[in-house]
């Protein structure tokens, strides 16, 4: 939407998004650039990362975007360290949780409260190489065709019902980070639609199947 000035102004009705991220952010950076467009329908209005040194925050921070670091070594143990993630994450009424290279797993507690409105994204076509290291263990599969997953999070490690999934070819002579970045284009573009289209057309889950819009 434009205000007679020129200036962009944000539709109410755009769902809320909090970004969970560990590193550098990329994907962070490529909703900021969506949400400009008012009809996106989804704007970040927080970013959460576990790491003080995570790009993503300079990223929130250039973009005018609220964010907190809950860093485990500033909690006794884990359950705090979680209670610390429910407690940022919650201050900014998400509609929707994003995690993107966000590296550590959270409590069942926590994915509960977000049941069917936390999404991951992950460099491999799942159910395939679920983890820490999907490319390394990619190209030590030898498999010739990987991708990218956007799926719900439940209280495994990267089980939840997929969402979406692009496929990207292993090519002779990749290396783990030529392969991670030719992912990371398709992750880029395969997030920003399909959180775009959850936020204006909603995301429907019965059992393992997840579908957006009706
Ligand atoms: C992304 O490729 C994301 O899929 C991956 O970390 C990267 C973060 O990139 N996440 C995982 O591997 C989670 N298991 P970014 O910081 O540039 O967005």
Request: no cysteine; proline share 7%; hydrophobic share 45%.
């Given at each position: 939407m434009q205000t007679p000035s020129g200036h962009s102004v944000e539709s109410s009705s755009a769902k809320r998004l909090v970004v969970l991220a560990s590193g550098g952010g990329s994907n962070l950076a490529a909703l900021l650039a969506a949400?400009?467009?008012?009809?996106?329908?989804?704007?970040?209005?927080?970013?959460?990362?576990?790491?003080?040194?995570?790009?993503?925050?300079?990223?929130?921070?250039?973009?005018?975007?609220?964010?907190?670091?809950?860093?485990?070594?500033?909690?006794?143990?884990?359950?705090?360290?979680?209670?610390?993630?429910?407690?940022?994450?919650?201050?900014?009424?998400?509609?929707?949780?994003?995690?993107?290279?966000?590296?550590?797993?959270?409590?069942?507690?926590?994915?509960?409260?977000?049941?069917?409105?936390?999404?991951?994204?992950?460099?491999?076509?799942?159910?395939?190489?679920?983890?820490?290291?999907?490319?390394?263990?990619?190209l030590a599969h030898g498999v010739k065709v990987t991708g990218c997953t956007v799926h719900l999070v439940d209280d495994g490690v990267d089980t939840g019902p997929i969402i979406a999934q692009t496929a990207v070819p292993v090519l002779d002579g990749d290396d783990e980070p030529t392969l991670t970045e030719r992912i990371k284009v398709a992750e880029r573009a395969l997030l920003v639609e399909t959180v775009g289209r959850i936020a204006r057309e909603g995301l429907y889950v019965a059992g393992r199947k997840a579908s957006i819009g009706r």
């Open positions: 949400q400009q467009e008012a009809s996106y329908g989804a704007r970040v209005v927080g970013v959460v990362t576990d790491r003080p040194t995570a790009g993503a925050l300079d990223l929130a921070r250039d973009a005018g975007v609220a964010s907190a670091v809950v860093a485990m070594n500033d909690f006794d143990d884990r359950a705090g360290w979680n209670d610390g993630i429910l407690e940022a994450v919650s201050v900014f009424q998400p509609d929707y949780l994003i995690l993107a290279g966000f590296m550590r797993i959270l409590a069942p507690s926590v994915v509960r409260k977000f049941e069917g409105r936390m999404m991951n994204t992950h460099p491999a076509l799942l159910p395939s190489f679920p983890g820490a290291h999907p490319v390394r263990d990619t």
